[in-house]
């Protein structure tokens, strides 16, 4: 158990809360249509749409992330700017997701939503690496994340599905719905692991 | 007590800030009048009148939510995705609330308001029977739950309130409130139970 | 110590949760001037200061409710319903805020901030006296608020500049400013009864 | 260990709560442009960058809020105003950094930006002297503080930046980032002395 090693519970707490707001404002940005026809609603379909994927990869998020800490007892200087780093970057899925609604699915916008995607995913694997090396290769965590195949898989997807994006977005759109299918659920390895630890 | 079981300090944490987030964002709806005149706040009377109603809707919540938890011990993977599903249902609500309330309570919004709360229902009868399904047909719970009427009561009530839309949006509101009215007292029945095996 | 009693620690997240979506999203409203000019950003003024003081009234909420909550144990249906009023009346702070800093307080907006801030005051009186009635007659809260002076005086102070906004709006804001004043040094009553009984 | 004496808890939790709040709002003012190009998301650089910017500010004194409170037991009402005072400065960051975004960094929004920032420094020290008075000299955190070299040096670099901006606000701006940077290592005093105390 190396480093000084301060609580982990305000930084849990801190990053629910920062989780709790981007996953509630990206609403505000569904405007709702000033129209009370159906049809002013389904033409908020795209935007809509673009949320739904977003929710679905910040609850993702939030699942690992609490799997993640649930499994560690001490955070450091260096965790707490890993967090932030990976906070910022899903800071600004409201953003993409709001440009990528709104317009559709346009090349542009679905470009830098997977760009977004791929730069947390990035944060993710620095936050989990500072936490190993934080307590220890023999934790539970390093064990638990030893084989990490959609850790590495979803990158490569990001990257593959940003690069498709330039012959048709929706390939590339189609890509991302498949890595949300892939961590939707969570990851049972470390919740067997600690269960079997106990 | 089946499940391998991670803490449920975490998804209260979580919940409690999007409920609170999803209650509050609510207010930013209902945009403050240019003029100052009494006659200009009035005319906010509508989408104000939509605001109380999902206010309390989102209260029921959070206070059925709050004791539901309050009796279990143990949460898994399968009901953290129960709960974002909740989530989701329920961020829906300041969109739906705006687009009923700037609409004066025309049918169409109306019908998808009742609809959203329809699915936020059913979310909670699977976060509940997902609970149980964890913590055992014998636990607090699920005796606490057994006879669950209002559970059952409320999704007939806003089914019937969607169809009676289309006659009058307003049966439909009057419905809604009805709903919230029988629901306004919180479940004593887990209150009790829970007093009781103390 | 009567009632069923559930535990307090998710009402005071949930509190804090809302409270400080509230206060925070009161800048929102503050809209940032076009100009990069100074001019511009002093036409912001009335609104700014209208800002600080519901930043000041929420801050003296939230302080209030920690000492309120902090001395007692249990809670039950019946108070998680006042505190949810009070969130309420809370809630609608940046709406007349919002109302009242645009319009340079004028006459109806400080009408209706100073109803809104009596409101408030009522639901915090009756979660008070929830509290005491859960909780008991002997209990430390209720020797503390035994002779509650600023909670009494409050409501007159509120009434009175109501009233006197049909004089002038800037008495009624003066007033206003005199309650926040008076409630800014925390109760200390509380806090020294809590202490005496540790 | 003077004074009465309340949980510092509630008083983490609610900053955390204000703080989550105003680093996720931020994303707001960054408005999705309505084209799909990429040149319109360029036009929203210097927005991006203010953003950036002041995410990192947040999120620094996010860190040493949690490292100043960490080493207490005890907060007070004045700790309690102390600390409503510094959340009341960096609730204003969305504000100034929209301002300072939106005008491509022009003279006025980036002195404004940097006197929020000055006030939000002389908020933390009396805060953290509160504490200390509080707390006691001899405490874990008054040696911790003892030659606070940044804490000292910031408000002087500052007030130095804001001078430079009536030169030109780009080198306000870079002194504003030195700052940054200069608090980008959370303070490892603290945490040292808390780990050898204990």
């Known amino acids: 158990m190396a480093g000084g090693g301060i609580g982990k519970g305000r930084l849990e707490a801190f990053s629910d809360g920062v989780l709790a707001v981007i996953i509630t404002i990206m609403v505000l940005e569904l405007h709702a249509p000033h129209e009370a026809e159906l049809s002013a609603l389904l033409e908020a379909g795209p935007a809509f749409l673009a949320y739904v994927l977003s929710f679905v990869f910040i609850g993702i998020y939030w699942n690992n992330h609490h799997h993640l800490l649930h499994s560690v007892q001490h955070v450091n200087g260096r965790v707490l700017w890993a967090n932030n780093f990976l906070l910022f970057c899903l800071s600004l899925v409201p953003f993409t997701t709001d440009w990528m609604g ?12 997977g760009l977004d995607l791929l730069l ?5 694997f620095l936050l989990a690496h500072s936490l190993i090396r934080l307590n220890g290769e023999d934790s539970t965590l390093a064990r638990a ?3 990490d195949f959609k850790g590495w898989l979803s990158p490569i997807l990001y990257i593959g599905g940003i690069a498709a994006a330039f012959i048709h977005p929706y390939i590339a759109f ?4 498949l890595v949300a299918a ?4 969570p990851d049972r390895r470390i919740e067997r692991l600690a269960g079997r630890d106990r």
Chains 1, 2, 3, 4 share one sequence.
């Open 182 to 185: 892939m961590w939707f659920i």
């Open 145 to 147: 994340l030893g084989s």
């Open 120 to 124: 947390a995913g990035v944060a993710f």
């Open 102 to 113: 709104e317009n559709h699915f346009a090349m542009w916008p679905v470009i830098v939503y």
């Open 174 to 177: 189609g890509i991302y719905v």
